[in-house]
């Protein structure tokens, strides 16, 4: 494109000489259209020139604002893949501590089947209606009717009852990881008055308390056995019948597994 140009611009510069040589060969008209021809081709070169100019500047500006843009989204992406990496290390260690909980859960669960059939084996003499062994809720429940345990209103264990307290004492001997808690209940009944109990409360706490201190002396520790006394309030039938009301009249020793590395764990977090 700017061969011809020069090439047009030559040609007028020695038209412009030939005539400054020789004006007598070339006209006063030929020669004013070579200047305005010469004049237009200058002001087109300059007008090129600026154009050059100013499109070398604004390739200039945008290279630059390419570059700005281009390191801009470098740094993003750099903070994105580093707060990436820092994501999948937190949800890598929330993994580890999920899988570590769930270990600890299955071995609890594997405990509280082997604990009850331990239990069931050493209880497996007594009759169904009188004493059951079951698991609910993770925790092992051995419930002990009154017939099996005590006579009507009375806080001491018959000797049958003493007999399967003491089996039961046996199969939990060396289990420190067992947390046994003995919850007496009544029916409705208000009980008669009687010297040291006022209520079914009172009645529910004490024979609680008697079975513990027949567990301790069996030879559990005292520091694994919780007496607790639920009185008519948590029933398992209706008290409409007499039927119903034998089956509220009894007593739970509810053995639980310890939690220690789970809640440990968990209060880490």
Request: hydrophobic letters at 40%; a positive charge; aromatic letters at 4%.
């Amino acid at each position: 494109m700017n061969l011809p140009f020069s090439r047009t611009v030559l040609t007028a510069m020695l038209g412009v000489g030939l005539l400054s040589t020789g004006t007598s060969c070339v006209s006063s008209k030929k020669y004013k259209a070579l200047q305005a021809q010469y004049s237009d081709l200058t002001s087109a070169r300059d007008q090129l020139q600026a154009q050059k100019t100013a499109l070398e500047q604004q390739s200039a500006q945008t290279e630059e604002a390419l570059k700005a843009s281009l390191q801009s989204k470098n740094q993003q992406v750099s903070q994105l893949n580093s707060s990436l990496g820092a994501t999948q290390e937190d949800l890598k260690a929330k993994e580890a501590r999920i899988a570590e909980m769930q270990r600890i859960l299955d071995q609890k669960d594997a405990a509280v089947k082997a604990l009850r059939q331990k239990v069931g084996d050493a209880l497996l003499g007594f009759n169904a209606n009188d004493l059951t062994v079951n698991v609910k809720n993770g925790k092992v429940y051995v419930s002990l009717s009154e017939q099996l345990l005590f006579k009507s209103g009375s806080t001491k264990v018959d000797p049958k009852g003493v007999d399967a307290l003491g089996k039961l004492a046996e199969a939990l001997k060396g289990n420190q990881d067992v947390n046994v808690l003995v919850e007496g209940h009544t029916d409705n009944v208000p009980i008669a008055r009687i010297a040291g109990m006022k209520d079914n409360w009172d009645l529910s706490v004490l024979r609680a308390t008697e079975i513990t201190r027949i567990l301790t002396q069996a030879g559990l520790p005292s520091t694994q056995v919780t007496p607790s006394g639920r009185s008519q309030y948590s029933p398992v039938a209706a008290n409409d019948n007499p039927t119903n009301k034998a089956l509220n009249r009894r007593t739970e020793i509810i053995l639980t597994p310890k939690l220690d590395e789970l809640f440990q764990i968990l209060e880490a977090n």
